[in-house]
């Protein structure tokens, strides 16, 4: 595998349950990211983890809690979710040092909250 | 205040032309760095472009590159014999330097470009 992965693609879920979405970056980065993409809307960052630790988080509701066990794997955890929630889902990584690195994205996870 | 602003929401272009995607930043730091995505329907984001506040030159990447007016805060992008293949949504996002160490961009809200055969 390389560059960053993401499982599942698509995801349908009710309102009650728990789930979790997993990110994987094969590119020896030590900055990971998750973004909300809703139709019509910029792209919202939710979750920035640098060397391992939560350094923002970008007033993100209770119910969507991140995970970072080490520099490749990032997960968020999903519980008592809304309709409003159902969006793609993308997970990125970067090196932190330097302007001017890109960040690489994950293909997304489509999320729908029934 | 929008920090990118992308004002053209679609756009429709014949193959082989030349086409211009505008946007425009707003930011008080000296140091920046602009970057352009493309995300076709699969939904990967795609990077094409970077371009440097401090950059003397504007950036070239093969078909692309950003004509880069910082007087203006402007940095567009200008996709040269435009392809099918080139048919996506493109975004603008900008990182500022006082978030160095922790690499928050921050995107505008994209234009659909779509190319014509």
């Known amino acids: 595998e390389t560059g960053v992965t993401q499982t599942p693609r698509h995801l349908v879920m009710g309102m009650t349950n728990k789930k979790s979405l997993k990110c994987e970056q094969h590119?020896?980065?030590?900055?990971m990211y998750w973004y909300k993409q809703s139709a019509k809307k910029p792209l919202e960052l939710m979750f920035v983890?640098?060397?391992?630790?939560?350094?923002e988080n970008n007033s993100v509701p209770s119910r969507f809690s991140p995970e970072c066990p080490n520099s490749s794997h990032l997960f968020l955890h999903l519980h008592t979710l809304q309709p409003e929630d159902s969006a793609l889902y993308l997970c990125?990584?970067?090196?932190?040092?330097?302007?001017?690195?890109?960040?690489?994205f994950g293909p997304g996870t489509r999320l729908t909250v029934l | 205040a929008q920090k990118i602003t992308q004002t053209q929401p679609g756009m429709f272009v014949q193959e082989k032309e030349a086409v211009t995607l505008d946007c425009t930043y707003d930011?008080?730091?000296?140091?920046?760095?602009l970057f352009w995505y493309k995300q076709p329907s699969s939904g990967e984001m795609i990077f094409l472009i970077y371009?440097?506040?401090?950059?003397?030159q504007n950036a070239t990447e093969g078909r692309y590159s950003l004509n880069f007016q910082k007087a203006r805060k402007s940095a567009n992008l200008v996709i040269s014999a435009s392809q099918l293949g080139d048919s996506a949504m493109y975004f603008c996002?900008?990182?500022?330097?006082?978030?160095?160490?922790?690499?928050?961009?921050?995107f505008g809200t994209g234009t659909r470009l779509t190319i014509i055969p």
């Open positions: 983890y640098s060397l391992e630790e939560r350094v």
């Open positions: 930011t008080s730091d000296p140091s920046y760095g």
């Open positions: 590119l020896g980065h030590n900055a």
């Open positions: 996002a900008m990182r500022e330097g006082r978030s160095f160490g922790n690499e928050k961009l921050t």
């Open positions: 371009q440097g506040s401090y950059d003397q």
């Open positions: 990125a990584s970067s090196q932190r040092e330097g302007l001017n690195n890109e960040q690489f």
